[in-house]
């Protein structure tokens, strides 16, 4: 976290982020609506339709996303304050990345493995810890965690082959 | 006092050994959940939700409410020690808390905090027990209309008190209940807003949107802030608390009008945070002492810390009475009974009697146990949190991506948390309020239902949210309080204009 006050860190404005989330935020609304209209977003002779709720909530999400939309554009020039600085935003990076990987893991071999090995190399790598400690409060959570659901609350978890090799 | 004898049957009902444990269990898993960042009442709760799927549903109410007090409690334990709100309700209790330990009183402030949390609970506990019963009685006669008028109050309520951009939170309040229209239609049967993808038949749980909103959510936050701790130690022993204690009664005024706030503005969504602020700068203008606010003066954490436990515990009035949560814990709370097979409203207090008196019960006893795990395990409790980040962070994600898997053994849920968690970094960035979401998320299906009710019963006639003076009032409040912001804002503008034209 050097360079803190460094003008020449790139960073990204709030208006931009705000700009572009509105403009999210309307076409999910569009969406909504659009998915509700080919429901029926009216009456027939049961009462309202499927997409008639939906219909106006989609409405609502579009106009909303809409004013904050141009309520960006009008401060566009004006509001200089920023969003997240590049070294801030490489920080969500190390935890967001790995724990995407980590999903992914869960996924192919499940969850007690990939959760050690994500704690593990997460302290090894970002909390710079030695390799025993690291080691030892990975393996602790995943024997916890396994104690936990699969013996005592009997609430079975994602397993893969080394839990089947454990006879699980 | 019919009441009185419901109440006492409550504490047989709650008062088992297995209980008592399960509640001295939640308090310390509640205040740990509270003072872990990344981990709240809302998603800790949500978390914890799947373990209690095989107790009887009493019980694990009791464990579960438990976990709600612990984490009130546990919230003022990092705002004192380290500067650090574990809740958005304890931001106020930094302001005279911190300065509070860094003059060494820590010790004085801690004591004080639990002590005055422990006040505003009884007092909003009591007000629950005698209120709760008439609330219920009186929502019996409720048809479809006057429930979506509630629930339109509800929603307009978010807009009418909320700071910040009205459509942002109009915005974030829709996409709620746009999410909790996808799925199989319960009326026709119909496939709403699936796009054709089988995973999204069952719809999106709110349980999985709390863990990744508030869990995944505030980790990216505390990684960008690059969070480091560091804290004033603690030292509680029976002396402090008793010379503490002694301080205390003079600042009973405080103490009344915070237990006063709260319990109002607990009942109105969202509450215990305004409540805190409003509580402290009430105070603050009231007191004698007034201008030394924020220099470590003991009230300025009575009044907070009294506020927000007092508007914590009256979020759950509207929640079993009408079924209608004030925070987004208490709509977990609400999803938890839900999957129990309880339907929150007023009919529980008729069906389910052992049930919601056992639960009333078990907020007195819940909030004794609090206040005695609090006061003897503050050292340990603050040891946690100096457990370094990099270790908790990961732990954190393991934590969030088990308790998604097991809502409903769904892969697709542990993806969705990530997806979840992008979101409510961004939409905490740039002000959009998670709590109406979580609670449209929750409440989207109910709400709707009576609307279409109401509108079969009416064949589409709008008029029927007026047909009588109290669906009527319902509804006109409902509307003045989504206009306000509009109001007040032309309200100032023409104050500015005033003295110019003359």
Redesign the interface.
Same mark, same amino acid.
């Given at each position: 976290?050097e360079n803190n006050n460094e003008p020449a860190q790139r960073a990204v404005r709030?208006i931009t982020?705000?700009i572009v989330?509105?403009a999210l *935020?309307f076409a999910?609304?569009a969406? /909504?609506v659009w998915?509700?209209h080919r429901?029926g977003s009216g009456?027939d002779e %049961? $009462?309202?339709?499927?997409?008639?709720?939906?219909f106006y909530? $989609?409405l609502?999400?579009c *106009?909303?996303?809409a004013?904050?939309l141009v309520?960006g554009l009008f401060k566009l020039k004006s509001d200089r304050r920023v969003?997240?600085r590049l070294d801030?935003?490489k920080?969500?990076l190390?935890? !967001?990345l790995?724990?995407?990987a980590? /999903?992914l893991g869960?996924?192919l071999i499940g969850?007690y493995v990939p959760?050690a090995v994500?704690?593990g190399l @997460?302290?090894k790598i970002? $909390?710079h810890?030695s390799g025993l400690r690291s080691a030892l409060?990975a393996l602790a /959570?995943s024997v916890i965690?396994f104690l936990l659901?699969e013996i005592w609350?009997?609430?079975?978890?994602?397993k893969g082959p080394v839990e089947r090799l454990l006879g699980y | 006092m019919e009441e009185l004898n419901a109440l006492f049957h409550g504490f047989s009902v709650a008062l088992t050994p297995f209980n008592l444990m399960l509640m001295f269990v939640g308090i310390i898993l509640g205040v740990i959940i509270g003072v872990l960042p990344g981990l709240g009442g809302a998603n800790g709760v949500a978390i914890l939700l799947?373990?209690t799927f095989?107790m009887p549903p009493t019980s694990a109410i009791i464990m579960l409410s438990c976990i709600y007090w612990g984490a009130l409690f546990g919230g003022a334990i990092t705002s004192i020690l380290f500067n650090i709100p574990g809740e958005p309700w304890s931001v106020a209790t930094t302001f005279d808390g911190y300065p509070m330990a860094q003059q060494g009183r820590a010790g004085e402030a801690l004591t004080g905090a639990f002590t005055s949390s422990f006040v505003g609970a009884l007092v909003a506990v009591l007000m629950f027990t005698f209120l709760a019963p008439l609330i219920a009685n009186f929502a019996l006669q409720f048809g479809p209309a006057e429930f979506f008028a509630v629930y339109l109050l509800t929603f307009c309520s978010f807009v009418g008190t909320g700071k910040g %951009?009205p @459509?942002?939170i109009?915005?974030s309040m829709?996409?709620g209940?746009?999410m909790a229209?996808v799925g199989i239609?319960i009326?026709?049967g119909?496939l709403?807003?699936t @796009?054709g993808f089988t995973e999204l038949l069952s719809g999106f749980h709110f349980l999985v949107a709390v863990i990744g909103l508030f869990g995944?959510g505030e980790?990216?936050l505390s990684?960008?802030?690059?969070l480091s701790f560091s804290g004033h130690g603690a030292k509680i022993n029976p002396a402090i608390v008793l010379q503490t204690w002694a301080k205390l009664p003079r600042y009973w005024a405080t103490s009344i009008r915070s237990c006063f706030i709260g319990c109002w503005m607990g009942i109105i969504p969202g509450g215990a945070t305004p409540a805190s602020f409003m509580s402290y700068g009430v105070a603050r203008q009231m007191s004698r002492e007034g201008a030394k606010f924020g220099t470590g003066q003991l009230e300025g954490v009575v009044a907070p810390e009294t506020a927000a436990h007092a508007a914590g515990t009256s979020a759950l009035l509207p929640m079993i009475t009408l079924g209608i949560p004030g925070s987004p814990t208490a709509a977990v709370l609400l999803g938890g009974l839900m999957i129990w097979g309880l339907q929150p409203g007023p009919l529980l207090f008729v069906e389910q009697k052992d049930f919601v008196w056992g639960l009333i019960a078990s907020m007195y006893l819940g909030n004794i146990a609090g206040l005695i795990v609090v006061l003897t395990m503050v050292p340990l409790f603050a040891a946690i949190l100096r457990v370094?980040?990099? *270790?908790i962070?990961?732990?954190i /994600?393991?934590i969030c991506?088990?308790g998604a898997?097991?809502v409903k %053994?769904n892969?697709l849920d542990?993806?969705m948390i990530?997806v979840f968690?992008?979101m409510g970094?961004? @939409?905490k960035? !740039?002000d959009?309020p998670l709590a109406p979401m979580v609670l449209a998320l929750v409440l989207g299906d109910a709400a709707?239902s009576s609307?279409?009710q109401a509108?079969?019963i009416a064949q $589409?006639d709008l008029t029927v949210f007026w047909s009588n003076w109290l669906v009527g009032s319902l509804t006109t409040l409902a509307l003045v309080l989504l206009i306000w912001p509009f109001i007040s804002a032309a309200m100032t503008r023409l104050r500015a204009l005033a003295p110019a034209t003359r």
């Open positions: 976290m709030i982020m705000d989330v509105a *935020i999910l609304g969406l /909504v998915d509700s429901l009456w %049961n $009462g309202p339709q499927a997409g008639y709720f939906p909530t $989609g609502l999400v *106009i909303s996303g004013v904050v309520q969003f997240v801030q935003f920080q969500v190390v935890i !967001l790995p724990s995407a980590y /999903v869960v996924q969850i959760s994500f704690i @997460f302290m970002v $909390g810890y409060v /959570v965690a659901f609350f009997k609430i079975p978890l994602p | 799947p373990l095989s %951009n @459509f942002k109009i915005a829709m996409l209940f746009a229209a239609d009326v026709t119909q709403r807003l @796009f995944i980790i990216l990684m960008e802030e690059g370094p980040f990099p *270790i962070a990961p732990v /994600v393991v991506a088990i898997y097991t %053994n892969m542990v993806w990530l968690g992008m970094y961004l @939409f960035k !740039l959009y709707e609307f279409r509108m079969l $589409g």
